[in-house]
């Protein structure tokens, strides 16, 4: 591997195609709710294309585009227009599809971010609106398939494609660019990020240059990568087998392969030989559009705060490190967990091991979002004071975790825990108040003389005796018995 | 008989049926390319025009911004989508192999 | 008179005074249609049972005098470009053999609502493709003035429907004079209204920066009704115009006097008939007198108007067929072994010739490499147009020309020469080209054959081209000869 790196440089570039969330279509009114609906029920004359049909643009999609384009520092030009790229397909009912050519929503921007300690920034050259295409179902594998099915409840449903400049030079840097891009997309609240159901998409353009070279060398489409895993795998994979071809004294083909991620290697789709001719041409059925400076700057005005400024925040005034930060950060909901968490009260650092330790680990075993599990900021607050206060060990405060994460309701699960190591038989409690009433004859006096706060002292005192099991209630009665 | 560079040659003619998904037979490439030259031979009167400082017009209107509020409509009954088409499988649509 | 030969105005009246019913009126022409159909061929579907239930609903609307509309029980033909729900809509093509839409034309919903009878969908050439409706994928319709010559096209059914009493009125669709062609040819009146004016959802479309659909009536008036019904802002066309629609009737019969009539030297085209010219350069003389200053006025890109139009017509339409791929309605071709095969064998089996040529044409002017030269110089060429209008505007009120060079030819005569064919629109592409209005009216007979005066008001001015218009229909009787078919006015 050393060697190679000295011979050849990497250099990736990535496209990245993430559904808008509206509630409908790009072009028409039909539902974009498309994973649950019956086959072609959320269908319409327009987005089947039907002859006579003529589309008319979704104000929500642009300005998410526009929206996505700002928090990527792009720049926003103040004329756009919608072009038909026209090819044949069957899941594509009009023979073009409606995108941007020469003039889309935006471009020149770019995102940065943080590997292994090392900033980076790659450059965004656009981001432009499009529509999706229906969905293929093949009887039997592909190749073997006498026919396929088609489902167009997905056409129709408005797509940004993200095209970054070819300026990843590892494996590492692509899955880390996308990490940092999905996390934008879900703070802007544009894109729920989920790669497997293929809301979120990503293509990358990989080829190999010796080091020290200006130009680019045969550039490869790999397709086909539905997890961060699997945009580092076939990256990594495509890295090995160009070397390869090139170390033999071959020479590459330009050309489209998929990730097969069971077989773990790329295979060949389609040579670029005989490209498609897309024949472009601007959309005749949409007038194009103005984008007025105003419009950009209330669209502007209408953003969060991002995963960086929150990432620096949070090492800033949290005093987080960069990695924890950055972890935590990537995620909208994992951050919005951490933040609210510290806010009831926890300690960041604890949170933020909590988090990005156990939850973590039990939720992606899962496949789940941080914000879908049945605990809730509250619960770990309290988990953390009951460990911190020593009412529980750290081992048992494991199992208890992992038991409020079990169930369907945490807040049981929690109480359960204190409830077990509460002494609530008087028998023990009597002995723990009989020694703070010898130890605080001061206190003892105070309350007898009428100074209520001396109580409160006196409980506290019974609580540390009992490193925080008695039950608070209890030593309360039991106190002013004794002492009266 | 060979075909000068700047005509349309039948290999054109064949490209370009391929990109519209148009069968052609032999003796049509032949007509469709003489009929084509002679159509293309009369659009060269398009140059004639000096449009050097001209802007190309892809929308006749005024119009600008034309866009609609992101609200659902009905979509069509199930079967109203699917009554047309020439080979279905159920809910779907049922088309030939991709694969050749 | 008969039924079937009157106005939708006179017919309006009798059906409001109750002097006939909607439902014997439908009857009347639905007998006509039956008694020389055969000899037209103007329709490709006769919509009978919807006719008649039409029929019955707007005698109910109008014996209990609800919302009784200029178009109420008033029978009306569809060219087959027009959507109708449940109706088969084939544009003429193979391609869409049993196609039946789930869903209607915005222009077919709005007759609807004034209450008007559907006879069926008439004839065209396919796609709109052609100016003498042999290019339907069915069967040519025959000029029932002449039946061994063509009613024009592409909406030559629609023509040959009204001519013939076979409709009182009907809408056809205008990409580069689709519509005032056959109207010049057949001897009724056909408006090709500005682009924007009417809605184009629903119509099948051909080229989208050119379509427009329009009204063929048998005069002036009734155009105007049958504009006023269907033009105005639809959200469904995000190119349909939202600037208000004038009453087109208001200002209907102010007449010529003190207005500016232009007219284009180049208009009078090589291989113009000397007995057209001179109908033309009569119909300018009678408006002159009727108190209009009229001056020559040129538009000097016409010329290159009908190379341009052979680009972006071609263009625009590669793209929009290429949904005619036989996997979601329509013909299918079968035994492809492979998705890509069976779209070769669909489409070269369901489309017909002159459409194959048009796709091939379109499509290599937007290939690669040939783009800029062909596609982007015809938009260019466009706003050359476009300007020339708006120079000749700032100097007249309306332009005067004819709208065909020749009157019908015979069937068969230019079918070998796709250019020559061409040849036909050069007078009535401009202003599609040029983004303006316009109409033809009769504008009398050449050897028994009648041919049309075109007039041109500015965009969005329809009721310029229209006064205009009735002028001289009022002036003259051309408007009121009947093809034999029809007969003789009793
Ligand atoms: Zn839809």
């Known amino acids: ?484 | 008989m060979p075909e000068p560079e700047s005509e349309l040659s039948s290999r054109q003619v064949e490209h370009v049926a391929r990109l519209a998904r148009l069968g052609i037979t032999p003796e049509e490439v032949l007509r469709y390319r003489d009929q084509l030259r002679n159509i293309l031979h009369h659009i060269e009167a398009l140059n004639r025009a000096d449009t050097s400082k001209v802007p190309a017009t892809a929308h006749p209107l005024e119009e600008r911004n034309i866009m609609r509020e992101d609200r659902r409509e009905p979509s069509l009954p199930a079967e109203a989508a699917l009554r047309n088409a020439p080979s279905r499988d159920d809910s779907y649509f049922k088309v030939k192999a991709i694969q050749e | ?490």
């Open chain 3, 1 to 490: 008179m008969k039924l079937f030969q009157r106005t939708i105005r006179d017919l309006h009246q009798m059906l409001v005074d109750r002097e006939i019913s909607s439902v014997e009126l439908t009857a009347a022409v639905l007998d006509q249609i039956d008694a020389v159909g055969d000899k037209t061929k103007a329709y490709l579907l006769v919509t009978r049972e919807l006719a008649l239930r039409q029929a019955h609903a707007a005698d109910e609307r109008l014996r209990a005098k609800r919302d009784v509309r200029p178009l109420t029980g008033i029978p009306i033909a569809l060219k087959d470009v027009l959507c109708v729900t449940d109706v088969a809509s084939t544009a003429g093509s193979k391609i869409l053999g049993g196609f039946t839409p789930p869903y209607s034309a915005t222009v077919v919903e709005r007759l609807e609502a004034e209450g008007a009878v559907f006879l069926g969908k008439t004839n065209c050439d396919e796609f709109a493709m052609g100016s003498s409706n042999e290019n339907s994928g069915y069967w040519p319709v025959h000029n029932p003035w002449a039946l061994d010559r063509v009613p024009g096209g592409s909406s030559g059914g629609s023509a040959a429907a009204v001519a013939s009493g076979e409709a009182i009125a009907a809408l056809g669709s205008d990409t580069g004079g689709s519509i005032r062609q056959p109207a010049a040819l057949t001897g009724i009146v056909g408006m090709k209204p500005t682009y924007g004016r009417v809605s184009r959802y629903g119509l099948i479309a051909f080229a989208s920066s050119l379509d427009q659909i329009g009204p063929m009536t048998r005069d002036v008036v009734d155009g105007a009704l049958l504009l006023q019904a269907i033009a105005g802002h639809d959200p469904r066309d995000s190119t349909s115009s939202s600037r208000p629609v004038p009453d087109y009737l208001a200002t209907l019969a102010d007449g010529v006097k003190g207005m500016r009539l232009g007219v284009p030297k180049e208009y009078f085209v090589d291989g113009m008939e000397p007995a057209v010219e001179q109908s033309i350069r009569d119909a300018i003389r009678l408006l002159e007198q009727q108190g209009a200053s009229i001056e020559e006025v040129s538009l000097p890109h016409s010329d290159v108007a009908l190379p341009a139009y052979y680009i972006i017509a071609p263009a625009e339409a590669s793209s929009n067929l290429a949904r005619y791929d036989g996997t979601r309605y329509g013909f299918q071709a079968g035994g492809g072994r492979n998705i890509i095969e069976e779209y070769m064998l669909t489409r070269q089996q369901g489309f017909g010739a002159e459409v194959k040529r048009r796709i091939m044409l379109g499509t290599y002017a937007l290939s690669s490499g040939y783009y800029d030269a062909y596609y982007l110089q015809a938009q260019k060429v466009r706003t050359l147009i476009i300007e020339d209008f708006k120079q000749a505007f700032k100097k007249v009120d309306a332009l005067l020309g004819a709208t065909s060079p020749t009157a019908a030819f015979e069937l068969g005569a230019k079918t070998q020469d796709p250019v020559a064919m061409y040849l036909n629109d050069i007078i009535t592409i401009p202003a599609n080209l040029g983004n303006v209005c316009g109409i033809s009216v009769p504008g009398g007979l050449v050897d028994g054959l009648p041919i049309g005066l075109q007039v041109i008001a500015p965009g969005f001015q329809e009721e310029v081209a229209l006064r205009v218009a009735y002028a001289f229909e009022a002036a003259t009787e051309f408007h009121n000869a009947r093809s034999p078919l029809m007969g003789a006015a009793a």
């Open chain 1, 1 to 484: 591997m050393s060697a190679i790196a000295t011979r050849y440089e990497v250099v990736v570039g990535l496209e990245v195609h993430a559904q808008i969330l509206t509630q409908s279509k790009m072009f028409c009114g039909c539902s974009t709710d498309y994973l649950t609906a019956a086959p072609n029920a959320n269908t319409c004359p327009v987005c089947l294309g039907l002859p006579g049909s003529l589309p008319v643009i979704n104000r929500r999609a642009v300005e998410a585009t526009i929206r996505t384009a700002l928090a990527l520092n792009c720049e926003i030009p103040e004329f756009s227009k919608f072009d038909r790229k026209n090819y044949f397909y069957p899941d594509l009912p009009k023979g073009y599809q409606i995108s941007q050519y020469d003039l889309p929503f935006s471009r020149n921007g770019y995102l940065e971010f943080d590997l292994k300690g090392e900033a980076k920034r790659c450059g965004i050259t656009r981001v432009h609106l499009e529509e999706d295409t229906g969905k293929l179902l093949h009887e039997g594998a592909i190749h073997e398939a006498q026919a396929s099915l088609v489902n167009f409840n997905r056409a129709g449903v408005p797509l940004m494609e993200i095209v970054s400049e070819p300026d990843l030079r590892s494996a590492d840097e692509a899955r880390e660019y996308v990490m940092r891009l999905r996390a934008i997309l879900q703070y802007i609240g544009v894109n729920d990020g989920d790669m497997e159901s293929g809301q979120l998409r990503c293509d990358a353009n990989v080829s190999l240059r010796p080091v020290g070279s200006p130009d680019l060398g045969t550039k490869v489409e790999v397709k086909n990568m539905n997890s961060f895993r699997a945009i580092h795998r076939a990256i990594e994979y495509e890295i090995g087998r160009q070397t390869e071809v090139l170390e033999a004294g071959g020479r590459l083909a330009q050309e489209t392969r998929g990730w097969n991620d069971a077989r773990g290697l790329t295979v060949s789709q389609r040579s670029k030989e005989y490209a498609e001719d897309y024949r472009y041409f601007p959309e005749p059925d949409l007038p194009p559009l103005d984008v007025s400076r105003k419009w950009v700057a209330e669209i502007r005005a209408g953003l969060p705060e991002l995963p960086a400024a929150r990432r620096e925040r949070f090492m800033t005034a949290l005093g987080l490190s960069p990695y924890d930060a950055s972890l935590l950060t990537a995620s909208r909901p994992m951050a919005a967990f951490f933040e609210e968490t510290v806010r009831l009260g926890a300690p960041a650092k604890t949170a933020a091991n909590w988090i990005l330790g156990d939850f973590s680990r039990l939720l992606n075993a899962d496949r789940k979002e941080i914000d879908e599990a049945s605990i809730k900021p509250v619960h770990l607050q309290q988990l953390i004071s009951l460990i911190d206060s020593g009412a529980i060990t750290g081992k048992m405060a494991k199992q208890t975790f992992e038991a409020m994460y079990g169930a369907p309701d945490a807040g049981p699960a929690l109480e359960a825990a204190r409830g077990s190591t509460q002494i609530s038989e008087d028998a023990e409690l009597d002995r723990i108040v009989d020694q703070v009433i010898a130890e605080n004859a001061k206190s003892v006096a105070d309350f007898k003389a009428g100074k209520a706060p001396a109580l409160k002292f006196l409980i506290g005192q019974g609580m540390k005796v009992s490193k925080g099991r008695a039950n608070p209630q209890r030593l309360d009665a039991l106190l002013r018995e004794k002492i009266s």
